[in-house]
């Protein structure tokens, strides 16, 4: 059975991910209290658009000139 002071290399890794999920976490959570406080923006605001549908069949005069 290895001695674990002797293996620095092992508590090194592990330091390494300690300190890499710390950095993950505390990220989330500042991201997450930005999100929170940061005030709605205002878009502006959007206007109906009208849509004209026109139906055209093959004895239509508008398809005739068209064609």
Same mark, same amino acid.
């Given at each position: 059975m290895?001695? %674990?002071t002797?293996? %620095?290399y092992v508590w090194l890794i592990l330091l390494v991910v300690f300190l890499l999920l710390l950095?993950?976490?505390s990220a989330s959570c500042i991201k997450f209290c930005c999100r929170k406080k940061r005030l709605p923006a205002e878009t502006f605001p959007r206007h109906p658009c009208d849509l004209a549908v026109i139906g055209?069949?093959?004895d239509s005069t508008a398809h005739s000139t068209v064609t």
């Open positions: 290895p001695d %674990w002797n293996l %620095w950095c993950g976490v055209i069949d093959s």
